[in-house]
């Protein structure tokens, strides 16, 4: 073994209620904003697939288990569906969901996975979602509520929590660049969707702080460096840092430091944009930061000083302060149109060392997404996607190397398990180390990758 792990190093993957348990509002779910979206405008989904149609976790989940175990898992992340559990955002408890997620968390703990649970992956309760969503002051209100009621359910088994997963991603899909729900522009409300939620976040830390359950609590943050395209260019790192401030440190600086930074502070004042802060909610956010820091990584952001006219269609937008740069030569994922660099993930983690308290922190999220995957099918049946364990094993190096030099980083769960429903890009993009075939009856089988991460992961390194 050359690249050693430290002992109880997380080995695992990571997925979301939504897009694997499906809609199955047949026992007592209620809706969310993705089965409602997918109602009324079902085109917007990849090949028409919406998330009823998600990869049967709900009824398969004890076979999908004994496949975690195959593949060396020692810890798994799932999301609660809030609209599962409390159907209709607030009030009722749904007994058939606490019976389920009773039964889920006991049974990856019989076979030795550890539950990291999160609690909203882009899920919000329809009966929600019609006062404005994360618009709304209620929301907060009723969300605190139900991450509670989770605690007080689940806690006593449930060791790591999660208070979201990627809370940009709302912002920028449903207010900014138009790939969720409610589809608009408008930088306003961007902002204080953002703030609400991660006032949220703050709320629920000290809630279950006060709880005194013996776990972990924290958020999953989707981290993109950015790099300027020039370092020597003063207009270059300035664009870039304030990128920096708008995608990144506009949630890990608060979830983490308990402040907002200055620089994002300073654009929404100029902007006259501050969200409606209640009395008291700024000692919250101070006072509540995360244990555990979830760090998605994907792809890096390549910046340049501005040099495109400024559109001014729809009101300011982020982009009034940078220019996106495509950066000749870069390696990039041929099928999901994103960057592949490696050294991202130690850039993350060496930041999160340096300036952010060398938090205790893990990799919740990094994969790489393929199209048309099936055609790597051998004759055996087993996809042969060593591209997949060239993706990981790269970006793990630079995850040893970091840790070798002091970074607290404790695990590495790849997105995902098994090929699961993902929002508007369905079945496009597979993920797993576990292939979902879906002419088969949904037959599950371990791609090349899964058999790999399994001696990774009883070797502890490869
Ligand atoms: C992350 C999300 C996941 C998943 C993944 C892959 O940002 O947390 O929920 O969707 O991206 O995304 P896609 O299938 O669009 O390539």
Request: glycine letters at 8%.
């Amino acid at each position: 073994v050359k690249y050693q792990f430290p002992d109880n190093f997380w080995w695992g993957s990571a997925a979301s209620g939504p897009q694997t348990e499906g809609k199955f509002e047949g026992d007592g779910k209620g809706q969310n904003v993705m089965d409602y979206w997918y109602d009324i405008e079902p085109e917007k989904f990849f090949n028409n697939v919406g998330p009823d149609n998600a990869s049967r976790f709900y009824q398969t989940y004890k076979e999908d288990i004994q496949l975690m175990k195959e593949t060396g898992h020692n810890s798994y992340r799932h999301s609660i569906q809030w609209s599962r559990l409390i159907p209709n955002g607030v009030g009722e408890v749904n007994q058939a969901a606490v019976d389920y997620y009773n039964d889920l968390i006991n049974e990856m703990i019989a076979n030795g996975i550890e539950p990291f649970m999160n609690l909203y992956h882009f899920d919000m309760p329809m009966p929600f979602q019609e006062k404005g969503g994360w618009l709304n002051r209620e929301t907060v209100e009723a969300y605190v509520v139900y991450a509670q009621t989770c605690f007080e359910l689940f806690g006593d088994r449930v060791k790591k929590w999660f208070t979201h997963n990627e809370p940009i991603v709302p912002v920028e899909a449903g207010y900014l660049y138009q790939f969720h729900y409610p589809n608009e522009i408008n930088l306003k409300h961007a902002i204080q969707v953002g703030y609400h939620e991660m006032l949220a976040s703050a709320m629920a830390v000290k809630v279950y702080h006060e709880l005194k359950l013996d776990g972990q609590i924290g958020i999953i943050l989707n981290l993109t460096p950015s790099y300027p395209r020039d370092e020597n260019n003063p207009e270059d790192v300035k664009a870039s840092i304030i990128a920096d401030a708008m995608f990144n440190r506009s949630f890990l600086d608060p979830s983490v430091k308990g402040t907002f930074p200055t620089e994002l502070v300073d654009i929404v004042k100029e902007l006259d944009m501050m969200p409606e802060i209640k009395e008291g909610d700024l000692e919250i956010i101070q006072h509540n930061t995360i244990d555990l820091l979830g760090i998605n990584y994907y792809q890096p952001r390549r910046v340049k000083a501005k040099e495109t006219p400024i559109n001014h269609e729809h009101g300011p937008m982020p982009e009034d302060y940078f220019d996106n740069y495509e950066m000749p030569g870069r390696k990039m994922n041929p099928h999901r149109g994103w960057e592949i660099y490696e050294k991202g993930i130690y850039d993350i983690l060496t930041n999160v060392r340096e300036n952010y308290g060398n938090i205790p922190c893990f990799i919740s999220e990094n994969g790489m997404g393929v199209e048309g995957e099936e055609k790597f099918r051998n004759a055996e049946g087993i996809i042969e996607d060593d591209y997949r364990i060239e993706f990981v094993s790269e970006h793990l190096k630079y995850v040893h190397q970091a840790i070798e030099e002091g970074t607290n980083c404790l695990g590495y769960h790849m997105w995902t398990c098994m090929d699961n429903w993902s929002w508007t890009n369905a079945y496009k993009n597979r993920y797993g180390f576990i292939s979902v075939n879906l002419d088969k009856n949904w037959e599950r089988s371990i791609k090349n990758s899964g058999r790999w991460f399994k001696q990774v992961s009883d070797n502890n390194g490869f």
